[in-house]
């Protein structure tokens, strides 16, 4: 384990990240208990290959909650993005956490080619990105209906990286999202010219101002396509920041655009409008 990875972990795991934003009100993170945290696999099939999506959520609380349909980064579904899913269902949401490069990529040990190479060969392919990400979405909405805790009318989505890009390609084909967020977006553009833009919900970007992976210039084009199709759309730029700050394994992580960004999220989601 690297020194990053260890410290990714041991921030996602820190009291002290969500107490301290616990005293901003009813806006931010809820305290986490890793051991009312659980995560259920979810398997589904595309194309005679095998994919396994997982569930998670607190299972110390009994109420409805609204779903959060998650699309990871290049790593797809592995302890750290889990981490993850499990700070952004806090008490408040179930995670639909998907899986898009097939079982057990997430448990593989993979060099910076082979994760770009991964990610690649999803993008370049939009009929099976939307396609397996909907196959993600429609088993995991079958399993979740089963725990009896699923408020199924909201459904919210977020999106990492390149799995923001496979977020943002998913809600063109018409899903039916109350909203999504897309965090540090890898490939926010059509990857097919002319796709027709049928966004159902809002849209919120999060990005930084000196992201080498995704410069300013493709947010813009993102902008005007949204604004084309109508979309109630916000962008919040954060001035300086590079690719992926809200992972601690990146170089460029921030701890305070990373509680920035999740509340950003958070206020998006419980805003009325």
Known sequence: MTELQ??????LKNAGFAASLLSCKELLLPSISKAASVHTAVPYEL???AFEGQLVFDASVQSKRPLLFMQPDWKGIDEDTLATARLLAGKEYIVLMADMFGLGYGRKKKTIQELGASMASVHKDRAFTVACSNKALQSMLEAVKKLELADTSKIWAAGFCAGGGYLLEHARSGVDFKGLVVFHV??????????DNQFKGRVLVVHGSKDPVTPVPMIDALSEELTQGKVDWQVMMFGGAPHSFTDPTNKGFSEALTRKSYLLMRDFFTEKV
Do not use: D, E, L
Not at 6 to 11: A, E, H, I, L, P
Not at 186 to 195: K, Q
């Open 47 to 49: 194309n005679g290959r």
């Open 6 to 11: 260890t410290g990714k972990r041991q921030f």
């Open 186 to 195: 890898t490939n926010p553009n059509p990857v097919v010219a002319g796709t």
